[in-house]
Structures are given as structure tokens and as C-alpha cells.
């Protein structure tokens, strides 16, 4: 099993940037993606970003690309998403996920709210 812990979220103003971390821990082998997730209220939850552990390959929801940035440091397994000119639509709970096996996301961490103000 992997456990992941997060941090970053919080309150920004409409502009402003974050910068989210998630880090990876007890059966770290074998990791062969990770991701960012975000359920807006209301809203159904998305993939915002996603990374692979190896070659680190990205993908970004058209919502968010150009503005996010997804990274991740392999010698201390975290990932992290660098968020950017930040709009009240991207308020949402963030959550990042390992894949082992893919398509299948197969660990979750805790959720990180991230709420955006006019």
C-alpha cells in the first residue's frame, strides 16, 4: 500500500498562484503514474494532470492547461502541481492518486481544499 499526504491547499485571491504537494510513502516501487484530481461543488470529480514516474510525460484537462504546471521529484517521491493565474472555477477539492497498473488509479490521498475568491 501507498499512502500519500498533502499540502498546499488553501485560500487565494482570482491571479494567484499555489503551489500543491503530495508525498508518496510506504510501497513507493512500481509507481508508474501519478495524478492530480479535482471535484469542484457540485461537480463531478476530473483529472486535471497527470505524470509519469520514469520519463515524467504530462497531460492536462484543456481547463488548465497553460496556467498548471504537474512535476514530480523522484528521489522524494512527491508530486506537486504548480497552479497559476488561479479562477474562482478552479475552487475544488484536489486529490492526487498513484497508479500502479494503468488505467487504474489505485491510491488516494486525503483531499486538499482549494478555494479561489474574486
Known amino acids: 500500500q501507498v499512502q500519500l499526504v498533502e499540502s498546499g491547499g488553501g485560500l487565494v485571491q482570482a491571479g494567484g498562484s499555489l503551489r500543491l504537494s503530495c508525498a508518496a510513502s510506504g510501497r513507493t516501487s512500481g509507481m508508474v503514474a501519478m495524478g492530480w484530481f479535482r471535484q469542484p461543488p457540485g461537480k463531478e470529480r476530473e483529472v486535471v494532470a497527470t505524470?509519469?514516474?520514469?520519463?515524467?510525460?504530462?497531460t492536462y484537462a484543456d481547463s488548465v492547461k497553460g496556467r498548471f504546471t504537474i512535476s514530480r521529484d523522484k528521489f522524494k517521491n512527491t508530486l506537486y502541481l504548480q497552479m497559476n493565474s488561479l479562477k474562482p472555477e478552479d475552487t475544488a477539492d484536489y486529490y492526487c492518486a498513484v497508479s500502479k497498473v494503468p488505467p487504474l488509479w489505485n491510491y488516494w490521498g486525503q483531499g486538499t481544499q482549494v478555494t479561489v475568491s474574486a
Open positions: 505524470i509519469t514516474w520514469s520519463a515524467g510525460s504530462t
